[in-house]
């Protein structure tokens, strides 16, 4: 991922694959939902709390040099569009963003 909406994008396909609402996260990671809709939106993130969404998420953050990176793009041009794709149907952020107010 390069770029903080490419994150944001990630961590809110995550949560839902999972059926977990917005408010969710705070009995999973012990934060509001309001900081962690900040998380989605793509705002400026601690690493701290990055880590303890990912956590939450049952995820783990990886660093891979550039170079094997950009050999893996060879084989899917845009690797989050590709990771997008598999999903039925990309809702737009503004529909998501409305769908997690009601949670």
Do not use: C, N
């Not at 490419?6 to 900081?35: P, V, W």
């Not at 690493?47 to 040099?65: A, F, N, Y």
């Amino acid at each position: 991922m390069k770029t903080q909406e490419e994150l944001a994008q990630a961590l809110q396909h995550h949560r839902k694959a999972k059926g977990l609402g917005q408010k969710d996260m705070r009995l999973k990671i012990g934060m509001s939902q309001q900081q962690y809709q900040r998380a989605e939106t793509g705002s400026d993130l601690r690493i701290s709390t990055l880590l303890r969404i990912l956590e939450g998420l049952d995820l783990e953050l990886q660093i891979v040099p550039r170079q094997q990176v950009r050999s893996s793009e060879t084989v899917s041009p845009d690797p989050v569009e590709s990771y997008f794709e598999s999903t039925e149907k990309k809702e737009s952020s503004w529909q998501a963003f409305m769908d997690d107010l009601e949670d």
